[in-house]
């Protein structure tokens, strides 16, 4: 979101991609957590050494389940490290969605998932964008003052208070505020679509291909076709999947088996990028 | 040491390595943690993962500080996992050297080095060998018990009881035990020479070049002349050093350094090899 960074989930070796792909660490000021299997959480407190050894100063937020802050805890208590930065800790709630970043211009809001631990989906919401001023409008006699009033919202008026131009005749549509959505491990939620109403862009893990639906329920993992079908059902953009069980060699064959039911599927490749128009 | 593997220190990424260097992680059944700073530890928890998914049944021996039993349970605890092998951990002694392994053929120590936390080094040394037999020398009525008796080491005796070869005369000298010696994190302690003496291969730890001797005591780290002093003092066969700081973007003046004390001296780059002889 423009210079700001998240860093969603952190497995072991995150650090070693985030610079092979040049990513500027320091931007990142979030990190959040959606579980704590170690395929999700385990690169976590080399992100938080390197930090410290780096000399970072500012504050670092991390959200995370239970639990998460007491291993980060014991880990810096045995290390003898005292680190030159405050880390925020928050606890995620697993039970119901909680807004747990707002801004000016966005929030996010974790919401539970169904896996076998507790564990969250994160949604990352543009709040509404002002109106744009429509340069082509704007009359020959607009002073400062106007132009300032116009980006506030507000209607010009004359000098006997009456409206003189009306704001949204000198003024667009704002942009789109995008959404991106974040289901990391879960199986399938029919209840999960609703959440994901008309989010752009929505990662969904699909760690099997539908003919293994017994097997995915029985380990809290989603197929293809559970992916695909929440993306149908909550009319999303685009989906992204991965997770895929390493028991399958080849990436093709999930896109197409979930295209089969939402074309608009892609694979979350490492190092790819997906960036949502306004 | 033959078809068993021990893995000394564990930083993030090592499985990725692991496989990248083509080592068959499963002969590993033994891991070996110096001390509890993340680049030398991060990696633990992976393993332990990973061991667990690929359906490891056997025991699994972790020797390492206090505090890394805590660290390994209190992951466990939040990520909801129950292990399909057995882990014997055994707490090393900061303080002393101490035998942590013996076999017939093996016996490993740990030693304490100079840290910031408490560190120990490891010494693995392969025990006396028996005498080889020397097959030119073997007589043409020896028999089949003779050749028994000859490689427990005994001699052959006449039917009366007296000595008819001596077992010295039928064998050669036993091949050679080898040895080699892990000096993780470590300031310049001029005793350790003594524990290290006449090892075949040592590793210790390089952080800073000679002029840093300052910044290196005030670390807890040595200089290239402090790890060549020590290889010198010990008569040691091999000098590998590493660890060298991120300041640095040379390895090359590293070894120049230290052969300036100590010739035998090379750099441990990823992925190199370095067999002892017997």
Redesign the interface.
């Known amino acids: 979101m423009g210079n700001h960074y998240f860093l969603v989930d952190c497995g072991?070796?995150t650090?070693?991609q985030i610079q092979r792909f040049g990513v500027k660490r320091s931007r990142i000021d979030h990190i959040l957590i959606s579980h704590?299997?170690?395929?999700h959480s385990?690169?976590l407190?080399?992100m938080i050494?390197s930090y410290h050894l780096s000399g970072r100063k500012k504050p670092l937020s991390i959200y995370g389940?239970?639990?998460?802050d007491?291993?980060i805890t014991?880990?810096l208590?045995?290390?003898?490290s005292r680190l030159n930065y405050k880390i925020n800790f928050h606890h995620l709630n697993p039970e119901v969605p909680e807004t747990i970043i707002s801004s000016k211009t966005l929030e996010v809001i974790s919401f539970p998932l169904i896996h076998?631990?507790p564990t969250c989906g994160f949604l990352f919401r543009e709040k509404t964008k002002p109106r744009r001023i429509n340069e082509k409008q704007i009359p020959p006699d607009f002073s400062n003052q106007d132009y300032q009033a116009l980006k506030k919202g507000k209607d010009i008026l004359d000098e006997e208070g009456n409206v003189k131009y009306r704001n949204e005749d000198l003024t667009l549509e704002p942009k789109k505020s995008r959404s991106y959505a974040f289901c990391s491990d879960t199986g399938y939620d029919p209840m999960l679509a609703e959440r994901l109403k008309a989010v752009d862009l929505v990662y969904h893990e699909a760690t099997f291909l539908k003919d293994m639906e017994k097997w995915a329920r029985k380990t809290y993992h989603a197929t293809t076709h559970d992916a695909a079908n929440t993306a149908l059902d909550a009319e999303v953009g685009r989906l992204l999947i991965g997770h895929f069980s390493a028991r399958y060699k080849e990436v093709d064959i999930f896109v197409d088996e979930c295209r089969e039911i939402f074309p608009e599927t892609y694979p979350a490749l490492e190092g790819e990028i997906f960036e949502i128009e306004e």
Chains 1, 2 share one sequence.
Request: hydrophobic share 25%; no cysteine.
């Open positions: 072991e070796g650090q070693y704590l299997h170690g395929d385990l690169g407190m080399g050494y389940q239970r639990g998460l007491e291993i014991t880990h208590r045995w290390s003898g076998r631990i």
